[in-house]
Nanobody, 124 residues
Framework: QVQLVESGGGLVQAGGSLRLSCAASGRTFTSLAMGWFRQAPGKEREFVATISRTAATTYYADSVKGRFTISRDNAKSTMYLQMNSLKPDDTAVYYC?????????????????WGQGTQVTVSS
């Protein structure tokens, strides 16, 4: 079993920055592909970014490309999402997720474990 705990969400003005963290436990972190997803009120959960087990590969949704950066520190069993130039459309609950059987993935169905989510609110 893998436990994922997100932190770092909050309220920020448009154009501001936040850094989300996702601490993992329960399994060797380097065996997990990791990803960030988000869900805005009234909308379906959507892919944000993914990072491979060794951090060699990253992939982003078009809506965040160039503004968000995903990274991981395998020594600390922690994944990060640096969010810059935030927009009101980025307002959502952000979830981290872990996949056992994938190198990396943009599909939520490929992820086996999910965190509880952290709220990000961007004011205009």
């Amino acid at each position: 079993q893998v436990q994922l705990v997100e932190s770092g969400g909050g309220l920020v003005q448009a154009g501001g920055s936040l850094r989300l963290s996702c601490a993992a436990s329960g399994r060797t972190f380097t065996s997990l592909a990791m990803g960030w997803f988000r869900q805005a009120p009234g909308k379906e959960r959507e892919f944000v970014a993914t990072i491979s087990r060794t951090a060699a590969t990253t992939y982003y949704a078009d809506s965040v490309k160039g503004r968000f950066t995903i990274s991981r520190d395998n020594a600390k069993s922690t994944m990060y999402l640096q969010m810059n130039s935030l927009k009101p459309d980025d307002t959502a609950v952000y979830y981290c997720a872990a996949a056992l059987s994938r190198y990396y993935s943009i599909a939520s169905r490929d992820y086996d474990y999910w965190g509880q989510g952290t709220q990000v609110t961007v004011s205009s």
